[in-house]
């Protein structure tokens, strides 16, 4: 096994998730060096491609640093290895929906009556409970009932799906974070609790200000394209050969894009003068500042606001992102052992930096040593349960 000294090495996770979601919570914990054991089912049970090609590169940029295990739950022995497996667990993560870990014998509550320090993450499609909660519910899904497909795209367009799975992404994140805070109130109070979130949750959280002018003043928001819904200017303009990002919505700021493009006259022009003016003529006004943003060149005019203080950038496809200078020294693109590039994780930590340790594993790559290792099996049993397909 590869040596592991990150931050989260004392904690041991068993991973029983799929698609994107769960795969994106767990990924949080691996690529901060909990020991990941991925629990798959054996080729001879399932030939299932929910999480894609294994050699595509969404599989490999979401299993990185884990191991994997192939293990039959549906039979009376693989569930058996598997509570044994979560006696020794910190963590188990699953997005099955609700009623299948019930099914499966798995649940939080069969699993805390063997280790009840288990700290369970749960994502489902609609949450845990609800008359919808046994459907199944997918990213653009969540996108349509959490309200961001109507706040997406151009004004009278109809709705939009965001160009990244936002459900899918922010409620992983959501649930490594809850496992986090789940394991720190853990060091107090010496027990495991159940942490479940869904994609409509995470979803619906995302709307962030958005769902606020709905909760707090009635507001139903609507479609603004590049535009900020409520800060203008701020959007997309034109220059002399591409477009770029401008935001300027406050007034100190707005000012200096006026000062910086020689256009005083609106900076001082009523029906511009406060920010709800500015709302309410969005579309005169960004005509007015676009006139004089296509006569610069994109570079000089984005050097020229980024030093009058003025948040400005250039709008890239994902190739040009990679070859900024900038993007460069983040490390944005890191490699796991193997060679294989993967999307890198944004924080970064000075003392306990994150490591890629392990490339992605082959299905069952590791059941040997796992079932040697952690439960005792010599090769005998282990060819015997590989026979019976339990493995």
Not at 98 to 122: C, E, Q, T
Request: with cysteine.
């Amino acid at each position: 096994m590869t040596t592991n000294n990150g931050p989260l090495a004392r904690f041991r996770v068993l991973d029983l998730t799929r698609a994107r979601a769960g795969p994106t919570a767990v990924r949080q914990l691996a690529d901060w060096g909990a020991d990941v054991i991925k629990i798959e089912l054996p080729p001879s049970v399932s030939e299932d491609t929910l999480g894609g090609n294994r050699d595509g590169f969404d599989f490999q940029n979401l299993h990185r640093n884990k191991r994997s295990l192939t293990l039959n739950l549906k039979d009376p022995e693989g569930k058996a290895m598997f509570l044994r497996l979560a006696e020794k667990a910190d963590v188990i993560i699953e997005n099955f929906r609700p009623g299948v870990k019930h099914r499966l014998g798995i649940d939080y509550d069969a699993v805390r009556a063997v280790n009840p320090r288990i700290v369970y993450g749960s994502i489902s499609g609609f949450g845990q409970e609800g008359p919808i909660s046994g459907r199944a519910g997918l990213d653009q899904i969540a996108q349509g009932m959490g309200g961001l497909m109507s706040v997406t795209g151009l004004p009278g367009q109809g709705p939009v799906r965001a160009g990244i799975p936002m459900a899918d992404l922010t409620g992983g994140m959501n649930c490594a974070m809850g496992v986090l805070v789940a394991l720190l109130e853990r060091e107090a109070s010496g027990e495991g609790q159940w942490v479940h979130t869904s994609l409509l949750e995470a979803q619906i959280s995302m709307m962030d200000f958005q769902a606020a002018r709905y909760i707090r003043d009635g507001e139903v928001p609507g479609q603004a394209g590049n535009n900020h819904p409520t800060g203008i200017p701020t959007g997309v303009f034109p220059t002399s050969d591409v477009s770029i990002n401008i935001q300027a919505g406050t007034q100190h700021i707005f000012k200096r894009l006026c000062q910086t493009i020689d256009a005083m006259d609106l900076q001082e022009d009523p029906a511009y003068a406060e920010p709800a003016d500015r709302l309410a003529n969005r579309d005169e006004l960004n005509e007015k500042i676009a006139a004089k943003t296509k006569t610069w060149a994109s570079a000089d005019l984005i050097e020229a606001l980024a030093d009058a203080g003025v948040p400005t950038g250039p709008i890239y496809s994902m190739d040009q992102t990679f070859a900024d200078p900038q993007v460069q020294g983040l490390n944005m693109d890191p490699k796991v052992p193997d060679g294989t590039k993967v999307v890198g994780q944004a924080v970064k930590l000075t003392r306990t930096p994150q490591k890629m340790h392990l490339s992605t594993p082959g299905l069952g790559e590791h059941t040997d040593e796992i079932l040697r290792h952690e439960l005792g099996l010599d090769a005998d049993a282990i060819a015997d349960l590989r026979a019976r397909s339990v493995i």
